[in-house]
């Protein structure tokens, strides 16, 4: 399987070039193409307003610092780069790209490149693969590489301060690596540029990607070989990053927002006699998906963690016969929103629709089928808002006999479809990268479900 999960990777590719401009809105069909961040323009109330956008595609890993004492919304681009990083020990090697590395003792030594107080913030870097957001505490030797220095953990706040920032900005597809987790899995994108990837590139809309799977799913005993029951179709995705900051307010952000929205669609069917012999959902994950991206919140680069397990879940009492197909479309909005005062509140919205292809219930029982997805969305490698979105399928039937005074007797069956949706999840304490204050447990999302009938219908014989 891991094999199989390296061969999909898509090679050259650790870290996500995004594509789209600084507040640009994802749409089903593209992106804009990519543009680097613009200088930052001064708010109203005196506050600079930083551009967010991709980071360049085939650039060094950038780099940003804010210097100690430089006074408020001083986070500037720089030419330093983290040479390396031990997770431990929390060691760094800073290096200046601009100059030469010399031996160790060089005589006159250069003024070491960064200061105490200092924070940097670094795009994935050798050690730190998440990127790295962290304050110096200590300056050391210089040795070949650059400027050994101490660290310690710190928050956006220390590195944005009084600026602003808003921006959504689309991930890119050809980007994402994915591991499958059973037989039968295929990937494909199309990116905004035109290139394509995969079976299904071909009738991709322009920034979005596809997974198609044909899963079997369990059977009920006494079920006869032609009511086999299994999953098959595909989910087509086209997520987008939302990140904003505000730090207006003094010390610490006014508000701040991170989260990710998507447009989503799918077709799938569910055919034959499932079960689940626990009398619970089982819940398959058929493909892991990642990304990092890295945006630039003005000089800043802001790393963000992307994950998503895609999975197809079927909760059944092995009674009911369905052979039904169905189109979903629709779109999702899920993330943290902070402002002084509430706090953390949680964001969650989902607007979808499916329609049956076709249908077919025999028997009496229950049976409900999703093909969802449990994403997370973090930064610098920590979750800071979970969430599990699952479009479904729900089917129910009843049969029922009687017998007439003169000895005839006959069936009636009535049976039903429906479709709906769940999204939940919850927002994480690591959320206090922003630089506001931490909360002690988890917040949920509230949970978000909506259903509405397809197709029914009843027989007679």
Same mark, same amino acid.
């Given at each position: 399987m891991r094999m199989l999960a390296r061969r999909l990777l898509l090679p050259g590719l650790t870290t996500l070039a995004l594509t789209a401009t600084g507040c640009s809105t994802a749409t089903p069909t593209g992106a804009a #193409? $990519? =543009?680097p961040a613009t200088a930052p323009s001064p708010a109203a109330d005196g506050a600079q307003r930083l551009e967010v956008a991709a980071a360049p595609q085939? !650039? $060094? #890993? $950038? =780099? !940003?610092? %804010?210097?100690a004492g430089a006074g408020r919304g001083a986070p500037t681009k720089s030419s330093l780069k983290v040479a390396s990083y031990d997770r431990q020990t929390r060691r760094a090697v800073i290096s200046d790209t601009r100059q030469a590395p010399? #031996? $160790? %003792?060089h005589s006159p030594a250069p003024a070491p490149p960064v200061a105490v107080g200092d924070v940097v913030a670094s795009a994935p870097a050798p050690g730190a693969p998440d990127g790295l957001l962290a304050k110096v505490t200590e300056v050391g030797r210089k040795t070949s590489l650059g400027t050994e220095v101490q660290t310690a953990p710190t928050t956006l706040s220390a590195v944005l301060d009084a600026d602003k920032a808003d921006g959504r900005v689309p991930v890119d597809p050809a980007s994402v690596t994915v591991e499958p987790l059973m037989k039968g899995v295929t990937f494909?994108? !199309?990116r905004s540029q035109g290139a394509r990837f995969g079976p299904q590139g071909a009738t991709l809309p322009l920034g979005s990607l596809r997974l198609d799977v044909t899963a079997p799913v369990d059977t009920a005993p006494d079920a006869p070989v032609q009511a086999a029951a299994s999953v098959s179709g595909f989910v087509q995705l086209a997520p987008t990053v939302e990140f904003s900051y505000d730090g207006s307010g003094g010390s610490g952000p006014r508000s701040?927002? +991170?989260g990710m929205s998507g447009v989503w669609s799918s077709q799938w069917s569910l055919k034959g006699r499932a079960a689940a012999s626990t009398g619970a959902p089982r819940r398959i994950p058929f493909a892991k998906l990642h990304s990092a991206p890295v945006i630039q919140v003005g000089p800043v680069p802001?790393?963000?963690d992307l994950d998503l397990t895609v999975y197809v879940q079927v909760e059944a009492d092995g009674r009911v016969t369905l052979d039904v197909r169905q189109d979903v479309k629709g779109d999702f909005r899920v993330g943290g929103a902070y402002a002084t005062g509430p706090g953390w509140t949680p964001v969650s919205t989902s607007n979808v629709h499916s329609t049956p292809v076709t249908s077919e219930v025999t028997a009496a029982g229950r049976i409900k089928g999703a093909l969802g997805a449990e994403a997370s969305v973090g930064l610098y490698g920590a979750v800071g808002v979970s969430a599990d979105f699952a479009p479904y399928l729900r089917g129910e039937a009843d049969a029922k006999a009687s017998a007439a005074t003169g000895g005839a007797a006959s069936a009636h #069956?009535?049976?039903? +479809?429906? %479709?709906g949706f769940g999204l939940s999840g919850q927002l994480h304490a690591q959320l206090s990268l922003f630089g506001t204050p931490v909360f002690e447990r988890r917040i949920p999302l509230g949970a978000l479900t909506r259903e509405w009938p397809l197709v029914s219908g009843r027989t007679k014989s």
């Amino acid at each position: 399987m891991r094999m199989l999960a390296r061969r999909l990777l898509l090679p050259g590719l650790t870290t996500l070039a995004l594509t789209a401009t600084g507040c640009s809105t994802a749409t089903p069909t593209g992106a804009a #193409a $990519p =543009t680097p961040a613009t200088a930052p323009s001064p708010a109203a109330d005196g506050a600079q307003r930083l551009e967010v956008a991709a980071a360049p595609q085939g !650039a $060094p #890993a $950038p =780099t !940003a610092v %804010g210097r100690a004492g430089a006074g408020r919304g001083a986070p500037t681009k720089s030419s330093l780069k983290v040479a390396s990083y031990d997770r431990q020990t929390r060691r760094a090697v800073i290096s200046d790209t601009r100059q030469a590395p010399s #031996a $160790p %003792g060089h005589s006159p030594a250069p003024a070491p490149p960064v200061a105490v107080g200092d924070v940097v913030a670094s795009a994935p870097a050798p050690g730190a693969p998440d990127g790295l957001l962290a304050k110096v505490t200590e300056v050391g030797r210089k040795t070949s590489l650059g400027t050994e220095v101490q660290t310690a953990p710190t928050t956006l706040s220390a590195v944005l301060d009084a600026d602003k920032a808003d921006g959504r900005v689309p991930v890119d597809p050809a980007s994402v690596t994915v591991e499958p987790l059973m037989k039968g899995v295929t990937f494909s994108w !199309a990116r905004s540029q035109g290139a394509r990837f995969g079976p299904q590139g071909a009738t991709l809309p322009l920034g979005s990607l596809r997974l198609d799977v044909t899963a079997p799913v369990d059977t009920a005993p006494d079920a006869p070989v032609q009511a086999a029951a299994s999953v098959s179709g595909f989910v087509q995705l086209a997520p987008t990053v939302e990140f904003s900051y505000d730090g207006s307010g003094g010390s610490g952000p006014r508000s701040a927002f +991170l989260g990710m929205s998507g447009v989503w669609s799918s077709q799938w069917s569910l055919k034959g006699r499932a079960a689940a012999s626990t009398g619970a959902p089982r819940r398959i994950p058929f493909a892991k998906l990642h990304s990092a991206p890295v945006i630039q919140v003005g000089p800043v680069p802001v790393v963000v963690d992307l994950d998503l397990t895609v999975y197809v879940q079927v909760e059944a009492d092995g009674r009911v016969t369905l052979d039904v197909r169905q189109d979903v479309k629709g779109d999702f909005r899920v993330g943290g929103a902070y402002a002084t005062g509430p706090g953390w509140t949680p964001v969650s919205t989902s607007n979808v629709h499916s329609t049956p292809v076709t249908s077919e219930v025999t028997a009496a029982g229950r049976i409900k089928g999703a093909l969802g997805a449990e994403a997370s969305v973090g930064l610098y490698g920590a979750v800071g808002v979970s969430a599990d979105f699952a479009p479904y399928l729900r089917g129910e039937a009843d049969a029922k006999a009687s017998a007439a005074t003169g000895g005839a007797a006959s069936a009636h #069956a009535a049976w039903a +479809l429906y %479709g709906g949706f769940g999204l939940s999840g919850q927002l994480h304490a690591q959320l206090s990268l922003f630089g506001t204050p931490v909360f002690e447990r988890r917040i949920p999302l509230g949970a978000l479900t909506r259903e509405w009938p397809l197709v029914s219908g009843r027989t007679k014989s």
